[in-house]
């Protein structure tokens, strides 16, 4: 209500000392701050409306797009406009997927798989040395671009031991193999059971190189039992070798009368000696160990 010298708004109760303006279309006493925000309530609500019936036809479109759905049929992929008007907003709507085109399976093979499942050759390798302690401080020199020698070292170690040692490594392939075998064997002081031993280990070793050679014995100054063992081993393994097409190495001759090739035990070689020994083994190996 207007009050004297003052003028009330009948929405917002705000005064003013200007009067309302008192035309037709605002004969409430309402300010025009008040008329906006009506105007803008109005203008939402119409929003407001045309957004659920978006929100419907959208909805109606995704059923007609359902696959078989009954007494439907279906329509092609296309974009539906409807046509603009002006000052209303603009509706889209995808009726249906686009097609999905299953391409049929691809089988692959490859043609070199049964090389690949065929086991791998175990590639050569250079020269294998194995022997007892006698072979300790062997060292052999391989020409540039050779594979390495191996020098296995069993102290203590009898024909069977080597064998044992050799079934370890069945699944390889050496050049050669050089065997040092026969100062520890005579200690069972059964001279027909090392013969069967060393035949044994010979036969084991020809599984890993086609050539193989036996390193004779070295004399030993522990006693003359001792030495004549020794002695009639070598003699035997020089025959039995020669009669069964394996290399032999005569230590023996080399060794004999030199007391400075052996140490104060009598049994294993100097470093001089090991340096003969070794270069005896070097020595069969870029021969026809048959001739040696």
């Keep these: 209500m207007a009050t004297a010298g003052f003028f009330s708004c009948s929405e917002c109760g705000m005064f003013s000392l200007d009067p309302f303006s008192t035309d037709s279309h605002n004969d409430s006493g309402v300010c025009s701050k008040c008329k906006l925000v009506n105007c803008l309530v109005e203008k939402v609500d119409k929003l407001e409306l045309r957004i ?9 479109g995704s059923l007609l797009a359902a696959p078989g759905t009954p007494g439907r049929a279906s329509t092609p992929s296309t974009l539906a406009l409807e046509p603009p008007q002006q000052g209303e ?20 093979s490859n043609r070199f798989a049964p090389l690949s499942e065929a086991p791998a050759e175990e590639p050569v390798k250079g ?14 020199a391989t020409p540039l ?14 024909a069977p031991d080597i064998s044992g040692n050799l ?4 699944n390889r392939r050496y050049s050669r193999v050089v065997i040092h075998v026969g100062a ?25 190189s086609e050539e193989v050679i036996c390193s004779g014995p070295i004399p030993m100054r522990r006693g003359d039992e001792a030495y004549s063992r020794l002695s009639s081993l070598n003699r035997w393994m020089s025959k039995w070798c020669t009669d069964n097409h394996v ?27 090991a340096a003969l020994l070794s270069c005896s083994i070097a020595h069969s190996l870029l021969v026809n160990p048959m001739n040696i």
């Design 52 to 60: 659920r019936g978006l929100i419907r036809d959208r909805q109606q």
């Design 184 to 208: 520890n064997d005579i200690r069972l002081r059964q001279s027909e059971v090392t013969k069967a031993n060393i035949n044994e280990v010979v036969k084991q070793a020809q599984t890993l």
């Design 89 to 108: 907003w603009v509706t889209s709507r995808r009726h249906t997927s686009p097609p999905v085109h299953h391409a049929p399976p691809v089988h692959v």
């Design 247 to 273: 290399g032999f190495i005569d230590n023996w001759l080399m060794f004999e009368g030199k007391p400075g090739l052996l140490g104060r035990d009598g049994v294993h070689p100097t470093r001089d000696g």
């Design 145 to 158: 671009g050779a594979p390495a020698a191996r020098v296995i070292c069993l102290p203590g170690a009898r």
């Design 167 to 170: 079934r370890l490594l069945a």
């Design 127 to 140: 020269t294998l040395v194995i022997g007892d302690s006698i072979v300790r401080h062997v060292k052999l």
